[in-house]
């Protein structure tokens, strides 16, 4: 049986004295949370009439870059040769002034000044950043044509181009990778990560900007593989599922904070095959032609053209009979 109370409740009777009940709980709350110490480490001021930055901006961004990266397969699939120069220039004047406004956002975010009002040398900076970040789009279509080649020689479950462009989260991943690397060394701040984690949110593959790929990547399922910021993979590398490149441990100065900025992520040399489920931590070097085994716990150095695997188990088979009786107890 419901209650006379909430019976009251639902019924509209008593409302008043709900709404009063919860005026005094939303009163207390704020004041909790507009306390200083409890704002204090998770509040962002705007000193400098920017808003920060926005990933569904930075999202839509993304799609119009890969609807130039892969021309007709994403936004105008009718495009023609003689088409294509319009599209891809009137995406790109759009995109750039996306960017322009994203990076001044980012920049902005990262400025230590307390001036107040709209920061000119952030502006300009972008500005500059964005066309220059248009110039290098060539580079990183010859990248991704590598890494999409890649994943279709290597593997057998592929029927065509199209099937990996489409489909492969590898290629997903990685084009919001090689994007957000080059923001990484044009020195843009924040947005770099906020793409890479918008593509990792996708398709669980979570690759730092910071990293440094080769030509020829190729990320077969791709699902819980993790690449380091200080990791650099080198040419015609295969990864597979739930593969870890990670740190081994952290380095901590006297007053016991971490110490940034540190190689500490593997080194990955060309040719290299590396199984599901490796874990591969610290400033190692796997050899040129090496093989990781799936599994395989490294953290040290691996030689060139090495096969690494665990010891194998013994397999104990063991036939299971059920009786069955019929009788009644």
């Known amino acids: 049986m419901m209650s006379d109370k909430l019976s009251a409740e639902l019924t509209g009777s008593g409302t008043d004295n709900f709404q009063e009940h919860l005026s005094e709980t939303v009163n207390r709350t704020v004041a909790e949370l507009c306390r200083p110490e409890s704002y204090d480490k998770v509040y962002f001021r705007d000193t400098h009439d920017v808003s ?6 930075l999202r839509e961004v993304v799609e119009q870059l890969r609807s130039v990266l892969f021309p007709g397969y994403y936004g105008a699939s009718e495009l ?25 956002r980012g920049f902005c975010v990262s400025c230590f000044h307390e001036t107040s009002g709209y920061c000119i040398d952030c502006h300009q900076r972008s500005k500059s950043v964005a066309e220059r970040f248009i110039e290098s789009l060539p580079r990183i279509r010859e990248l991704l044509a590598s890494d999409v080649q890649a994943a279709f020689d290597g593997d057998p479950a ?8 489409f489909c492969y989260p590898s290629i997903k991943a990685l084009t919001s990778f090689r994007i957000a690397h080059q923001l990484f060394l044009l020195g843009v701040p924040l947005l770099p990560r906020i793409i890479t984690e918008l593509a990792h949110s996708e398709t669980g593959i979570d690759i730092h900007p910071g990293a440094q790929i080769g030509k020829r990547c190729f990320i077969d399922h791709g699902t819980g593989t993790v690449i380091g910021a200080t990791c650099i993979i080198g040419n015609n590398v295969r990864i597979y599922q739930g593969v870890t490149l990670g ?10 904070k971490l110490v940034k900025g540190i190689a500490r992520h593997p080194l990955v040399e060309d040719d290299v095959t590396i199984y599901a489920g490796a874990t591969i931590l610290g400033r190692v070097t ?11 716990w490294l953290t040290s150095d691996v030689p060139p053209n090495t096969l690494v695997t665990q010891r194998q188990p013994k397999q104990i088979y063991i036939s299971q009979t059920t009786s069955v009786s019929n009788s009644e107890d």
């Open 158 to 165: 592929t029927e065509n181009m199209n099937e990996v462009i």
């Open 286 to 296: 796997i050899g040129k032609g090496s093989v990781v085994g799936g599994n395989v």
């Open 52 to 57: 920060m930055p926005s990933p569904t901006v």
């Open 80 to 104: 023609t040769p003689s088409t294509m120069p319009y599209y891809i220039g009137s995406t790109l004047i759009r995109i750039s002034r996306f960017l322009s406004d994203q990076f001044t």
């Open 247 to 256: 740190a081994k441990s952290f380095t901590v100065d006297e007053e016991g």
